[in-house]
């Protein structure tokens, strides 16, 4: 495959360490902390796509760059035609009806669950795209004044093509995590970042907390005993490890070539990484720490994960905590895995956290996470100025 420009480092994989307290970041569908078993033992687990949400937002905030993946487009149209541009309200609505099912990836009539027409799949565009959309729906508007509301197998007035071209539109939160629209022709974008799990470095337990919630009036009242309810709820400590890497090369293909914009957006995903967290049960557990270790290499030849590095699981020091003898444990693997492969994909390694003695085996040491990225992307993606 030919690339439009090529990166002197063709990955930069992004390594951390993580104490995270009493939290459930990621639960599954019965609401209990997600594990997985690795090496033997029972470790607390968080989804690559939980924390690459988190991170997106973060990516988001930071770039001011947005992107929406919906079902409910043409809602979304509806609302900016009747709130922003005083269209009358069936006629908004018929205008998100055919904007919803005017597309390649049609749509369903509403239901109990979904109030309106939705979209078959969930589209994933630019947050832009709402308003090129009502765009379209105003350079069509007399047609749609004189168009029936929309019916089951019924047919949109608007031009299927237009919309499509919507759809396809991308902004750099795309061009960075990718998108997989296969009902719309050459809509898909091979994501240039590939995200781990994130899973405990050592065996751990999960915990039950009781809980009750006192209802005020009786409790001001005293005029019967009992709480309004009780439940529990599932929740683990630990710390975690968690990796990521960029795909330089298909984030340039993506950018037809910009290194520019390849390396402002790299290096916010990097900092998004390194500083979101999930939001899961966060006004229980508030549990908002920050890296004890962020470690990147930069790689002409392809990622390496030090998730091996755990498979033994970490064992507590003599004093407690297993903060320290993770780092030493990713240390050791991080030299190991050097010797074993060689200098020759490595172009640079380094390291920053809040541990403050020297690390063997993860490099040079820079005193804050900016500065880490920022040496890193000289080496991978260095400016026309260097």
Same mark, same amino acid.
């Given at each position: 495959m030919q690339h439009a420009s090529h990166a002197p480092g063709r990955f930069i994989d992004i390594h951390i360490l993580q104490s995270v307290p009493y939290a459930n970041l990621n639960r599954d569908d019965t609401n209990s &902390?997600? %594990?997985?078993?690795?090496? =033997? #033992?029972? #470790?607390?687990?968080?989804?690559? %796509?939980?924390w690459k949400r988190a991170t997106r937002t973060d990516f988001q905030r930071l770039t001011g760059q947005a992107a929406v993946r919906t079902r409910r487009i043409g809602e979304a149209v509806e609302r900016v035609l009747l709130e922003d541009r005083q269209w009358p309200q069936d006629l908004a609505r018929r205008a998100g009806q055919h904007i919803a099912a005017g597309s390649s990836i049609k749509a369903d009539p509403p239901s109990d669950e979904v109030p309106a027409w939705s979209t078959n799949a969930m589209v994933y565009v630019p947050e832009s795209a709402i308003t090129d959309l009502a765009d379209l729906a105003e350079t069509h508007r007399p047609t749609l004044e004189a168009a029936p509301n929309m019916k089951k197998g019924g047919k949109s007035v608007l031009p299927k093509d237009d919309i499509d071209a919507v759809l396809r539109s991308t902004n750099g939160v795309i061009h960075l995590f990718g998108r997989m629209l296969a009902e719309v022709d050459d809509a898909g974008v091979d994501g240039a970042v590939q995200a781990a799990h994130a899973f405990t470095t050592? $065996?751990?337990?999960?915990?039950?907390?009781?809980?009750?919630? &006192?209802?005020? +009036?009786? !409790?001001?009242?005293?005029?019967?005993? =009992?709480?309004?309810?009780? =439940?529990?709820?599932?929740?683990?400590?630990?710390v975690f490890y968690r990796y990521a890497t960029v795909d330089l090369d298909d984030l340039l293909r993506n950018l037809k070539g910009d290194r520019a914009s390849a390396r402002e957006l790299t290096a916010a995903f990097l900092e998004a990484f390194m500083l979101s967290i999930p939001q899961a049960k966060k006004t229980a557990t508030a549990p908002h720490t920050i890296p004890d270790v962020a470690h990147i290499v930069v790689r002409s030849d392809r990622p390496v994960s030090f998730a091996a590095a755990f498979e033994k699981p970490v064992i507590a020091g003599r004093d407690g905590g297993f903060s320290k003898p993770s780092v030493e444990q990713m240390a050791t693997y991080a030299a190991?895995? #050097? #010797? *074993?492969?060689?200098?020759?994909?490595? *172009?640079? /390694?380094?390291?920053? =956290? /809040?541990?403050?003695?020297?690390? !063997?085996?993860?490099?040079? %040491?820079?005193?804050?996470?900016?500065?880490? +990225?920022?040496?890193?992307?000289?080496? $991978?993606?260095?400016?026309?100025?260097?």
């Open positions: &902390v997600k %594990q997985v078993e690795f090496g =033997g #033992r029972t #470790r607390t687990r968080v989804s690559s %796509q939980s050592h $065996a751990t337990d999960t915990e039950l907390d009781y809980f009750a919630a &006192v209802d005020d +009036i009786t !409790d001001a009242w005293n005029d019967s005993t =009992g709480s309004a309810h009780m =439940g529990n709820t599932e929740f683990s400590a630990g190991s895995a #050097r #010797r *074993l492969l060689g200098e020759r994909g490595q *172009l640079q /390694t380094a390291w920053a =956290g /809040t541990h403050t003695d020297e690390v !063997d085996g993860l490099g040079e %040491q820079h005193d804050s996470l900016l500065e880490l +990225i920022s040496s890193a992307m000289d080496v $991978a993606l260095p400016s026309e100025q260097q």
